[in-house]
């Protein structure tokens, strides 16, 4: 699932759930990132059945599909055993995935309303939100979680 096949409001969303995993070079560490990347490849499953919206007014039924999806990603992220040098970064990656969360919500709010520059905005917002979770994927080593 990419965000350029689904466009742009559906990447907003998509966002929140390539956000959160991670890994690094030892035994434990790569079992860290193994552990991870299961938890984003079945998500990433979860959303890709999830039809994305082709209009604003879609939006509130994507989100209302997707974000109990990624909530549940961020509760199963968080219960993984975590390398002490890991803690940050894991810690930091769900952080970003809560506030896309939080963002997506508003997007739903402001498309129901009709309010598209406030949607496009937000969809920014969740991008700069994707990149620096992206960065902290790749800082733990989990590619799949930092497609």
Avoid: W
Wanted: glycine share 8%; charged share 15%.
């Amino acid at each position: 699932m990419t965000p350029s096949r689904l466009g742009a409001a559906g990447a907003a969303i998509v966002v929140l759930a390539l956000a959160g995993c991670g890994g690094g070079k030892d035994s434990t560490h790569k079992a860290f990132a193994d552990s991870l990347n299961t938890i984003c490849k079945q998500e990433n499953v979860k959303l890709a059945k999830v039809k994305a919206p082709s209009t604003t007014a879609g939006i509130p039924a994507y989100v209302g599909a997707a974000v109990p999806i990624i909530q549940d990603e961020i509760a199963q992220l968080q219960k993984v055993s975590t390398p002490a040098d890991q803690k940050t970064n894991l810690t930091g990656a769900t952080t970003y995935l809560t506030q896309q969360v939080t963002a997506a919500q508003q997007m739903s709010a402001a498309a129901a309303s009709g309010d598209s520059a406030k949607v496009k905005s937000i969809i920014h917002q969740n991008s700069l939100l994707h990149g620096n979770a992206q960065k902290l994927a790749k800082k733990m080593g989990a590619s799949d979680c930092a497609k």
